[in-house]
């Protein structure tokens, strides 16, 4: 399976470009779903969109995960109020916890996680909020799958377990409501697994042509290097045409030389650019011609670019770990070591990373930055 993920600043046309790439992914035969973690894809296909998907044209779906209503609970609400069952504690309060930012999302990345793994389609397209929620909603990802050993640990069962079950009588007895909890937070681990994956995911940055915009989109890309997310591409969307004429020709070299700018401060990674429109984008016809010229003969499917992987490496008795962090100063990074883990901040981000057991036993801990990676060696002392 291809997933592919879309973010940028708000308004920056992302959405737009998600039905884009959805639409040129299927027209090219591949069972394609749009899923809008957000409302931006109904606008942009031009129709309602419910949370299970509807059929859009050959080999196209899409559906929108907005939060689930009160007759429709999701998973998390409904183990929540089944755990406040179990507490005998008001399940009203469950409700007011589920609808905490942050907390809201955990039904909409479950809904991802049931469509990436239900197996019927090739290709999912998902259509991320603006820039700084999606990148807290990844890291708080990243957090989920981390905790899920710490939080529920495995159980070992027991001859005595079919008949307490027998004699509790209860719909939700405690043991239910834990391998359900622990159920949830292993479909979000499994789901961390796969976005991570640079084979199979691959996170595409939408801006415009600002440098304000370009700001933003490498404080971005150290944060997905930061949680391991692959990014792949970048769209420096609504380009002004050569054949502008007069009234706008500053406009459109001012934006040509931020281009530039922007292709040369990204790196190596691709920056595709995206003419205007000379309409508002409309209906299938014009999804699928906004894809051809976003992606210039690309197959939207590829890996437009592989960046370094973060690995742990053995040398000499010594353990290194490497991790890329693009456009990074070493004055924002920081690290701290805790008994079974690393902490590596940088800026107002931080990730924590737990320590293979031999790592564990070492207790010197040195690190360099240098060309955009950081190398933390753990040695004995």
Same mark, same amino acid.
């Given at each position: 399976?291809?997933?592919?993920?879309?973010?940028?600043?708000?308004?920056?046309?992302?959405?737009?470009?998600? *039905?884009?790439?959805?639409?040129?992914?299927?027209?090219? /035969?591949?069972?394609?779903?749009?899923?809008?973690?957000?409302?931006?894809? &109904?606008?942009?296909?031009?129709?309602?969109?419910?949370?299970?998907?509807?059929?859009?044209?050959?080999?196209?779906?899409?559906?929108? $995960?907005?939060?689930?209503?009160?007759?429709?609970?999701?998973?998390?609400?409904?183990?929540?109020?089944?755990?406040?069952?179990?507490?005998?504690?008001?399940?009203?309060?469950?409700?007011?916890?589920?609808?905490?930012?942050?907390?809201?999302?955990?039904?909409?990345?479950?809904?991802?996680?049931?469509?990436? @793994?239900?197996?019927?389609?090739?290709?999912?397209?998902?259509?991320?909020? &603006?820039?700084?929620?999606?990148?807290?909603?990844?890291?708080?990802?990243?957090?989920?799958?981390?905790?899920?050993?710490?939080?529920?640990?495995?159980?070992?069962?027991?001859?005595?377990?079919?008949?307490?079950?027998?004699?509790?009588?209860?719909?939700?007895?405690?043991?239910?409501?834990?391998?359900?909890?622990?159920?949830?937070?292993?479909?979000?681990?499994?789901?961390?697994?796969?976005?991570?994956?640079?084979?199979?995911?691959?996170?595409?940055?939408?801006?415009? *042509?600002?440098?304000?915009?370009?700001? @933003?989109?490498?404080?971005?890309?150290?944060?997905?290097?930061?949680?391991?997310?692959?990014?792949?591409?970048?769209?420096?969307?609504?380009?002004?045409?050569?054949?502008?004429?007069?009234? &706008?020709?500053?406009?459109?070299?001012?934006?040509?030389?931020?281009?530039?700018?922007?292709?040369?401060?990204? $790196?190596?990674?691709?920056?595709?650019?995206?003419?205007?429109?000379?309409?508002?984008?409309?209906?299938?016809?014009?999804?699928?011609?906004? /894809?051809?010229?976003?992606?210039?003969?690309?197959?939207?499917?590829?890996?437009?670019?592989?960046?370094?992987?973060?690995?742990?490496?053995?040398?000499?008795?010594?353990?290194?770990?490497?991790?890329?962090?693009?456009?990074?100063?070493?004055?924002?990074?920081?690290?701290?070591?805790?008994?079974?883990?690393?902490?590596?901040?940088?800026? @107002?981000?931080?990730?924590?990373?737990?320590?293979?057991?031999?790592?564990?036993?070492?207790?010197?801990?040195?690190?360099?930055?240098?060309?955009?990676?950081?190398?933390?060696?753990?040695?004995?002392?």
């Amino acid at each position: 399976m291809r997933i592919i993920l879309l973010t940028g600043k708000g308004g920056a046309g992302a959405s737009t470009l998600a *039905a884009a790439t959805a639409v040129a992914l299927a027209g090219a /035969g591949r069972r394609t779903l749009a899923f809008g973690v957000g409302h931006g894809l &109904a606008t942009a296909f031009g129709r309602p969109l419910g949370q299970r998907p509807v059929p859009l044209a050959a080999d196209l779906w899409a559906l929108e $995960a907005a939060p689930g209503r009160h007759d429709e609970p999701g998973p998390f609400l409904d183990w929540l109020r089944d755990l406040f069952a179990y507490r005998n504690m008001d399940e009203t309060v469950a409700d007011d916890i589920a609808a905490l930012p942050g907390l809201v999302d955990l039904n909409r990345l479950l809904a991802l996680d049931e469509q990436v @793994e239900s197996g019927r389609f090739g290709a999912v397209v998902v259509d991320l909020p &603006a820039l700084r929620h999606t990148l807290d909603l990844l890291a708080a990802l990243d957090a989920a799958a981390r905790s899920l050993d710490r939080m529920f640990p495995p159980r070992q069962p027991t001859m005595l377990d079919p008949f307490l079950r027998a004699l509790s009588g209860a719909a939700s007895d405690g043991e239910d409501v834990y391998e359900r909890g622990r159920e949830l937070l292993l479909r979000l681990s499994r789901l961390r697994g796969t976005l991570s994956d640079p084979e199979s995911a691959s996170v595409r940055l939408v801006l415009t *042509a600002d440098r304000g915009s370009l700001a @933003e989109a490498q404080r971005a890309v150290t944060a997905l290097s930061l949680f391991a997310y692959p990014a792949d591409a970048a769209f420096c969307n609504r380009l002004l045409p050569d054949d502008v004429g007069p009234w &706008a020709g500053a406009r459109r070299d001012d934006q040509r030389e931020v281009l530039n700018y922007v292709a040369d401060a990204l $790196a190596s990674l691709p920056v595709l650019s995206v003419p205007l429109q000379p309409r508002d984008v409309a209906g299938l016809a014009d999804l699928a011609a906004l /894809g051809g010229l976003a992606y210039g003969g690309r197959d939207p499917a590829a890996v437009l670019y592989r960046g370094p992987v973060q690995a742990f490496s053995r040398d000499d008795g010594r353990y290194v770990l490497s991790l890329a962090l693009p456009f990074a100063e070493r004055k924002d990074l920081a690290i701290e070591r805790l008994d079974d883990a690393l902490i590596v901040h940088v800026g @107002e981000r931080s990730r924590t990373f737990d320590l293979p057991d031999d790592v564990r036993e070492m207790d010197g801990v040195t690190s360099a930055f240098d060309s955009g990676t950081l190398r933390v060696t753990f040695s004995q002392q």
